[in-house]
């Protein structure tokens, strides 16, 4: 079965600083990818998504992705920290053709402090 | 403006009373689903639809169920059966097509004691 893993559930950065939160996947046919981002108890809100049409995937709010196929990676990476990033960040995978059902990640908690 | 409305935000309940939560689109999506948030664990898939008046388990369906008469509302009815009922709940739709990603409600936190 398909899996994603967020390596850490918990990173903390300074503002300014890049932030990388890590994802992998767990599939031979690379799937369609996307990254949410969930502040308190709200819902959770797309940043970006890879749908095969580039490798190197700009989202909102700065944010931006890059699909490895070699790796099995879909890393989230912004170069600068502000302190309204400070949220919980879920990677999700949905097999590519097939019926619309996400598989999320545990997902990773970033705090930024001054 | 099109969106997701889940109703109650927070919802209280004594133990061993069924509860429904509700879910109402104007995206006019076809698919409709519900997730559960526990601390830790990321979202479980309980139940999704891709069409009026059917439905799919998903992976932890148990205590749960669901309707879907009308294409703009998935209500989820949260039994006595279900063991650990205090969870966020999330509702989401899409279209079925393509790399369509989900859209999500605010949510509904339910506590049971």
């Known amino acids: 079965a398909q899996s994603v893993t967020q390596l850490g559930s918990h990173v903390s950065v300074s503002e300014g600083a890049l932030v990388l939160l890590r994802c992998n996947y767990s599939?031979?046919?690379?799937?369609?990818l996307f990254w949410y981002v969930q502040y308190p108890n709200q819902g959770l809100q797309l940043l970006l998504k890879?749908?095969?049409?580039?490798?190197l995937v700009k989202g909102i709010n700065g944010f931006e992705a890059e699909f490895k196929k070699s790796e099995t990676s879909f890393h989230l990476t912004k170069p600068s920290a502000h302190m309204s990033d400070a949220a919980e960040y879920f990677c999700?995978?949905?097999?590519?053709?097939?019926?619309?059902?996400?598989?999320f990640g545990a997902g990773t908690r970033l705090a930024v402090h001054p | 403006d099109g969106g997701i409305t889940q109703s109650p935000k927070y919802l209280f309940r004594k133990e061993g009373q069924n509860v429904t939560l509700s879910c109402e689109q104007n995206?006019?999506?076809?698919?409709m689903y519900w997730y559960r948030q526990d601390p830790g664990q990321g979202l479980r898939l309980i139940y999704y639809?891709?069409?009026?008046?059917?439905?799919q388990k998903g992976d932890i369906a148990e205590g749960y169920s669901v309707s879907r008469e009308k294409k703009e509302s998935f209500p989820l009815t949260v039994t006595s059966a279900q063991k650990n009922p205090t969870a966020f709940y999330l509702c989401?739709?899409?279209?079925?097509?393509?790399?369509?990603?989900?859209?999500f409600g605010n949510g509904t936190r339910l506590t049971v004691t």
């Open positions: 995206l006019n999506h076809d698919a």
């Open positions: 890879y749908t095969s049409a580039a490798t």
């Open positions: 989401a739709s899409s279209i079925q097509e393509g790399p369509s990603p989900l859209h």
């Open positions: 639809s891709q069409i009026v008046n059917d439905f």
């Open positions: 999700a995978a949905r097999p590519s053709g097939g019926y619309n059902k996400l598989i």
């Open positions: 599939s031979s046919v690379p799937p369609y």
